[in-house]
């Protein structure tokens, strides 16, 4: 079909405009037709699917697709018309493959950027880490320069440029600028580190082998916010917290052991002292907001103490952050239920004998009487 309509536009004046203006329309037209019937069979399939994503793609590459149609209308009727046009030395259809090329990375940008905001909105409100939300828009940065950047290097391989002293300079660059942001990548790895083996999140109760405890409120791509007990916030590099030892209080759940000792007079019934404990602390959940769990408390008489016997109890709070306030009330119950039934806090009893050392014996010695001339 086109080569009649080419024959039958040979004789006219202008012949091979009108041939690349006719064809031009004529193709844009055919592929247009296949477009819009491919983009409502797939339509037709999105719909029946549970994610968005797919109608998003759909839509980020409407644009890409158009663009595309022109442009090969465009350069196929050219070929035609112009078959021995030269730019620069390069044919229509070495110019027709490299800006292929550039309309190939527009299209992968559009569906980058469609993926990365599904992650913000669909995915990343359901992390427990705001990591992603802060990394996101870095990687989209990078991946978009990245995406150009290798494009650029493609259209210089199809124009027969030799590329390698390129990628040299481009790898001496990288280096050096690794080498400026050594800590900061470090930092930046050891936050995904983090944010992927999760041995901390946002929330939990944690402690630095270097003594620093508190509240994560905040893992971010350089450091790691941590709100204390005298409520001050605490940052530390993230690199620094990968390497530290640290205590979750919160893994694997937010129970926690709570203990004690407590010591009573060599008269008190152990029986009675252990019953008196256990329901000390039964009455410290029943009377206030400190939450136990419904294991039984442990009560047993631990040692044999100089001037007491020593208890020790152990009970679960359902919150390590309960701990300190839990410790405040039973030792308040457990005062006023001792002197109630009768149990003596003894004082620690010290036996001191009185015995100087160093002094002499008092010796009596007798004076013989002088005798007279």
């Known amino acids: 079909m086109l080569d009649q309509i080419t024959t039958l536009i040979s004789g006219l004046p202008f012949a091979a405009e009108i ?19 491919v983009y409502y069979l797939i339509g037709k399939v999105s719909k029946h699917t549970k994610t968005n994503l797919d109608d998003k793609l759909l839509e980020c590459m409407r644009d890409p697709i158009r663009l595309l149609i022109v442009i090969s209308a465009t350069f196929i009727s050219l070929s035609i018309a112009y078959s021995t046009f030269l730019l620069s030395g390069y044919s229509i259809i070495s110019i027709y493959s490299i800006v292929l090329i550039f309309v190939g990375a527009f299209a992968v940008d559009r569906v980058m950027r469609v993926l990365i905001k599904w992650y913000k909105t669909d995915i990343a409100p359901k992390t427990s880490s705001n990591l992603d939300d802060e990394l996101l828009p870095i990687i989209e940065k990078m991946l978009r320069v990245a995406i150009y950047v290798v494009a650029i290097l493609m259209a210089l391989t199809n124009l027969n440029v030799e590329i390698t002293p390129l990628l040299a300079g481009l790898g001496i660059a ?3 600028v690794a080498l400026a942001l050594q800590d900061s990548l470090g930092n930046f790895f050891a936050g995904v580190n983090i944010s992927v083996d999760q041995p901390l999140r946002k929330g939990d109760y944690i402690q630095t082998e270097g003594g620093i405890e508190g509240v994560v409120q905040e893992v971010g791509w350089r450091s790691t916010k941590i709100l204390t007990l005298q409520n001050n916030f605490v940052v530390i590099p993230n690199s620094k917290l990968a390497q530290s030892v640290v205590t979750n209080y919160h893994r694997p759940n937010d129970e926690m052991v709570n203990g004690g000792v407590i010591g009573v007079s060599y008269n008190s019934d152990v029986d009675h002292v252990i019953q008196v404990i256990r ?3 039964k009455k410290m959940s029943e009377d206030s907001d400190i939450s ?12 044999f103490g100089d001037f ?17 306030k839990a410790i405040g009330a039973l030792n308040r119950i457990l005062f006023y239920e001792f002197k109630k039934e009768g149990i003596e806090i003894p004082f620690p009893v010290r036996v001191i004998y009185n015995n100087p050392i160093g002094q002499e014996e008092k010796k009596t010695t007798s004076k013989k009487p002088k005798k007279r001339k």
């Open 279 to 281: 329901n000390s602390i």
């Open 308 to 324: 007491s016997l020593n208890f020790k109890y152990f009970y679960r709070v359902k919150n390590y952050t309960m701990r300190f």
């Open 19 to 37: 041939t690349a203006l006719v064809l031009f329309i004529i193709l844009n037209v055919v592929f247009y037709g296949i477009y819009k019937f």
């Open 292 to 303: 136990i769990t419904d294991a039984e408390p442990t009560v047993r008489l631990d040692s």
């Open 174 to 176: 990288s280096l050096a």
